[in-house]
């Protein structure tokens, strides 16, 4: 569960910000009005970062944040305030903070956590030529996967490779961090400490930052592996995601692409249209290559460029359309509002 | 008995031991003749080990019953490590493939374990009458019987499920069982014309001191421990009834006195209670705060003290939990620190994991509302459970009305001891139905009112190899990875 200080880091100074959107794109709920905005609010690269979220608790720390006068409430949703400002900026100094928070929806992050732990104990292990030791406290799962992978894979030289590439990894970082990362293995007649002792030992970085560190520093090795293109390329490829998207999108959107028109896709997913709607404004969010012009014809695309291009996108209000008796629907509307945002980033 | 000479034999071919510790060779003994055994062993006398040689010697599948994913996992780890790699746990931890796999080829597994609902599923019913069982073996047995404190309602269903198997010769194994537990085990799990071999085995330890200190606020509690704890023998185990307190205490240990100390519960993580496991179990750290989580699959021979810094839910937990202490034989601790305020707190989480008549009302009226609050909790399975079984909501609330008085009843037992001017070890016996012991002498416990001495228990520990401050990661690397190897 991240602290209440932390929290700062996903609001602005200048953009006003809803704290339920915020909680729901760290919860990883994709409603499509959640991504929507989380797009808006340039924090989707944060999308699904703490599945351990409690909403009751994180609600309450927004309390206490505007009461300590951190936030401000405005009518689109919560400002930084000056001193929120620094608060952020005094904690961001302190604690650790995720560097490619995005990876996190790259691959199976707690499998690979997993997985991660058993290559480094097996592999300890294996250049002891040791046999008999307790496994470390991993999903049945992930051991199984490992163990297909390692079969294939074990050869004279494994521990050795291993090694390499994770000295090679921790090189170019902060010493503190990678000591911290390395005391996390068990291996042969290496117990790994645990966060809270971890914590007592660095004397800068709270049980919270540890955890998140731990987390970091997983998925950057595992994106540091795939780039060797060496061994271990084979244990990480099958834990990465193809898609952003939630699978019940990427299927719609698999036969969106084979040019399936929206009302055969619900029949045949046995979906709703609007559901069929949602999961491609989804598609329309995450994927670069979403072709709008397959929905929003010419002269639509003219009269919503009229009637909105002089405002940022964030500003734009589907209820004009309507005031000027333009029937046009608020799918197409969204549609073109997420295309423009894109100029946004 | 079979010829004296071959289970010693087999004893060390498979488990590397020369002796068989008190009870498992008669239980042993008893399965190979195919007859179906109750063993109430206590805590640390190699229960598992008794199916687990038998498994060998039939050289046919042993299906344990066991009711809890961790105890399992423990289970299969220590089977593994051993070097017996065909164990598996049937669990929600396996993928739906993974499941699917091992259902349809049990036959080549030597151990199964599986949680009693799993059973309940016909798919996998139906995969188990096709292989040919050597063993059934009921793990924590004790959960069958309502009069015990971890009642379990599906283990009730394991009669039925016997029979449909074909009545496989049954190990039921518990630590503890009173008279009154041990009949109702023999009634819910076997036929009436079965004939069951009773193996009973003291609960009595007497290398283990027992003692309890009272107190009468919870910052005489704390400063109490501040000044024992560096005094006493190490490891230590201390149990707490809630994760809090654990991590408070932990915390003020090390920040107070130079024991290193972690708390330990299920709020950590996978990763980090595995770290704790190790670590203690190498002797990396003076004392662990745990709630009762902790100690399934623990076989630390060396523990030199179990203090209970809250009170437990009965003497069975009890009598379990101090049972860790001393495996080595040595003399040992068993401390109960009692703060009469601490009542009150363990009869609320006594009665929390029950449903009251509002919550039993309630689930039949709305049952999706009081699904979604009581989500995961035990109250819910208890009340799906019985509403399974048609009973009406009046049956219910008179059910848990009967269990809510059961336990206020043990733990009344439990404060009873805690208060007993007389000897502690006399009253243990008599509870679980066990003739008195020898007369009490000072080296057996104090009584009530007694002042506590410890003198025995105060030895200076010795210096143990944990380290508090960071490595450099490239010296830990190098530790990992032999340089001349591989």
Known sequence: MPSKESLLYFFSRTQSRRPAVIRQVLLNKRTVSNLFWGMQYHLLEWLGTAPQLNAGAFDNFITQLKAENFLQEKPAGLLLTEIGLKEKENYEHIHYRPKNPEFFQKLDEKMWGDVLQLLIQVGSELSYCNKRYYVSATSYKAQFYFKRWFQQNKSAGLSKTIKKNLLSFLAGKLQEEADIFAASFNGHGVIAKTAVQLAKSSETYTVEDINTLWRDYSVMFAMYLIKQNDVFYSLVKPLLKNSLLSNSAFTTYELFNKGVSLEKIGQLRKVKLSTVKEHLLEAAIFEHNFTFERIINQNEYKILADNFSEKAPLDWNYQQLKEKNIQLDFFKFRLFQIERSRYDF | ?486
């Not at chain 2, 009436?192 to 309890?212: Q, W």
């Not at chain 2, 654990?246 to 003020?252: F, K, M, T, V």
């Not at chain 2, 993580?269 to 670590?279: A, E, G, N």
């Open chain 2, 1 to 486: 008995m079979i010829s004296d000479n071959f289970l010693e034999k087999k004893l060390h071919t498979f488990f590397g031991y020369t002796s068989f510790k008190e009870g498992q060779k008669q239980i042993i003994d008893s399965l190979l003749k195919r007859q179906s055994t109750l063993g109430i062993l206590p805590t640390g006398t190699g229960k598992s080990l008794c199916y687990q040689l038998a498994g060998k010697l039939l050289n046919q599948t042993v299906l344990i019953v066991s009711p809890l994913l961790s105890l399992m996992q423990d289970q299969v780890e220590q089977l593994h490590f051993i070097g017996e790699k065909k164990a598996i746990a049937v669990t929600s931890e396996l993928s739906y493939q993974h499941k699917y796999f091992v259902i349809h080829h049990l036959r080549e597994y030597d151990y199964v374990y599986m949680a009693p609902e799993m059973l309940q599923k016909e798919e996998v019913l139906e995969q188990l009458k096709t292989i040919s069982l050597g063993l059934f073996v009921v793990d924590e047995a004790h959960c069958i019987s309502q009069w015990g404190p971890d009642f379990r309602p599906d283990y009730l269903d394991l009669k039925i499920i016997r029979q449909k198997l074909g009545n496989p010769v049954t190990l039921a194994l518990t630590a503890t069982a009173t008279p009154e537990v041990e009949q109702d085990i023999c009634r819910q799990l076997f036929n009436e014309n079965e004939s069951i071999k009773i193996v009973r085995r003291s609960v009595d330890r007497p290398n283990i001191f027992l003692a309890a200190k009272q107190v009468d606020t919870q910052q005489q509690k704390d400063e109490y421990l501040l000044e024992i704890l560096p005094q006493l023998a190490t490891p230590i185990l201390l149990y707490f009834s809630s994760k809090k307190k654990a991590d408070e205490i932990s915390q003020l240990l090390n920040d107070r006195t130079d024991l290193k100390t972690a708390a330990y519960h299920a709020g950590l993580s996978k990763k980090d209670r595995y770290s704790i496991q190790q670590q203690f179990m190498n002797d990396q750290l003076d004392a662990v705060c745990a709630t009762s989580a902790f100690g399934m699959g623990i076989n630390k021979k060396n523990i030199r003290c179990v203090l209970h810094y809250h009170l437990p839910a009965d003497l069975e937990s009890y009598s379990q939990e101090i049972g860790r202490a001393g495996r080595d034989g040595q003399r040992s601790l068993a401390l109960l620190l009692f703060n009469p305020a601490d009542i009150d707190l363990q009869r609320h989480l006594s009665s929390n994991s029950l449903p009251d008549d509002g919550e039993i009302e309630y689930y039949f009226n709305h049952k999706d509302l009081i699904n979604s609050c009581l989500q995961g909790s035990d109250k819910k399975n208890l009340l799906e459970y019985y509403a399974g079984r048609f009973l009406t909501p009046l049956k219910l609330k008179q059910i848990f009305k009967k269990r809510r008085f059961e336990r206020e009843k043990k733990l009344q037992e439990l404060i009873a001891y805690v208060e007993t001017a007389k000897c502690r070890r006399n009253f243990l016996c008599k509870y679980f139905g066990e003739e008195k012991k020898a007369d009490h002498n000072v080296d057996c416990c104090q009584p009530a009112g007694q002042p506590l001495v410890l003198d025995n228990f105060l030895l200076h520990k010795p210096g143990n190899n944990y380290t508090k401050s960071l490595e450099d990661y490239r010296k830990v690397i190098s530790h990992l990875f032999n340089e001349n190897k591989r």
